[in-house]
Structures are given as C-alpha cells and as structure tokens.
C-alpha cells in the first residue's frame, strides 16, 4: 500500500503569511494527489487535483506542486477563512491514502 | 446538485453487525465508483472501501477487510457498508464520497457517525 507522510502536523501563522504544507509518497503516484480542506463538523472540501489543477471556485492564492513522490500546498496569503486542517490524498490506485493532516491554526 | 445522503449510523456494541446506506441523487449513479471514508473522533480521514460503477470491482482497507462488505444498488441509486464484528476502533464518522479520479468529480455526504461500546 502506498503511504502518505503530510507535514507538519500543526502550524501556526497569522493573516497574510505564506503557508506551505508538504506530503510525500512511499512509491511515485506521477501526479495523481489531491488536497483538502476540512473545517470542523464539516465534509472535507476539494481544493487541488492532479497536483497543480485548482477546483473551480477555489480562490488563487491556493497553488499545488509537484509529482512523483513530493508535493506541496501552498496558500500564497492566508486569509481568516484558511484556519482549517489540510489533506493530501493519492489517487494512484483504487486504494485510497490520505495524509495525517496538517492544522492552520492562528498565531 | 449532487447529493450523497448517509444513514444507519448509531451505538453498537462491540462483536455486532450495522449496516449504512448512501443515497444517491443529482447524478448519473451508474457513471461513478463510489468510496466510504471514516474519520473517527478528534482524527484524520481514512480510507475504507471502493465499489466501481457497476459493482464488479471492490477494494478494502486492511483494517476492515473480511469484516465489512462494500455494495452498490444502480436500480435504486443506493450505496451500502455492511459492518461486522465492530470494534471500538470501528468508532467514527462515516462519509460516502464520489472521490476524484481521472475526472473531478468529488463530492462528499455530510456522514453517520457510528459508535462502538458496551
């Protein structure tokens, strides 16, 4: 199975920061990762696919790198709405793998 | 607009059976695989099962594998888990999610949290 190592696991920072979550996988999955927003008590939300393909409706200042087995999400200026916990996801297989998940909290 | 609606989660006690259903509307159901995912409390998304389109394919996490059993209905457009021999780690939220693949299609239930304890 193909493992999924996000990091970190918390981070603090405050409106307008450039923020940049990582995830790495076991084995290449080309570009086939997705990230996620999910806010509490709430379904997680698309924002990237494909690696670097923003979801239609999803604000700009979200950007998606990378392939094979490192990538990153970076949200260029964090706004008050980012505060929310992030997942990576690989969709090489039909088995699925998130991330651990990464925390935005204020600073 | 796509709608994917969870039910049958409730307190179970460990060693039962449970079964949840995911309603399908908005969409073409016969078009997609479909995925359950759980979070259990205070915790991150797992992954736990996958049916495709037409029911012919399944795909288990190694968590739950020989214990629960992935299902589809097209007549109905209904999704179903059967869960046996629950355990408190089977404690969580369960989401049905239509999850990207090689199109963008994702979309996500607003989950049934299931409980195990005596």
């Known amino acids: 199975d193909i493992q999924m190592t996000q990091s970190p696991s918390t981070l603090s920072a405050s409106v307008g920061d450039r923020v940049t979550i990582t995830c790495r996988a076991s084995q290449s999955i080309s570009t086939w990762l997705a990230w996620y927003q999910q806010k509490p008590g709430k379904a997680p939300n698309l924002l990237i696919y494909k690696a670097s393909t923003l979801e239609s409706g999803v604000p700009s200042r979200f950007s998606g790198s990378g392939s094979g087995t490192e990538f990153t999400l970076t949200i260029s200026s964090l706004q008050p709405d980012d505060f929310a916990t992030y997942y990576c996801q690989q969709y090489n297989s039909y088995s699925r793998t998130f991330g651990q998940g990464t925390k935005v909290e204020i600073k | ?86 355990r408190a780690g089977d404690t969580a939220v369960y989401y049905c999610a239509g999850l990207v693949a090689a199109n963008s299609f994702d979309y996500w239930g607003q989950g049934t949290l299931v409980t195990v304890s005596s």
């Open chain 2, 1 to 86: 607009q796509v709608q994917l609606v969870e039910s049958g989660g409730g307190v179970v006690q460990p060693g039962r059976s449970l079964r949840l259903s995911c309603a399908a509307s908005g969409f073409t159901f016969t078009d997609y695989g479909i995925h359950w995912v759980r979070q259990a409390p205070g915790k991150g998304l797992e992954w736990v099962a996958f049916i495709s389109y037409d029911g012919s394919h399944k795909y288990y996490a190694d968590s739950v594998r020989g214990r629960f059993t992935i299902s589809r209905d097209n007549s109905k457009k209904m999704l179903y888990l059967q869960m046996n021999s629950l």
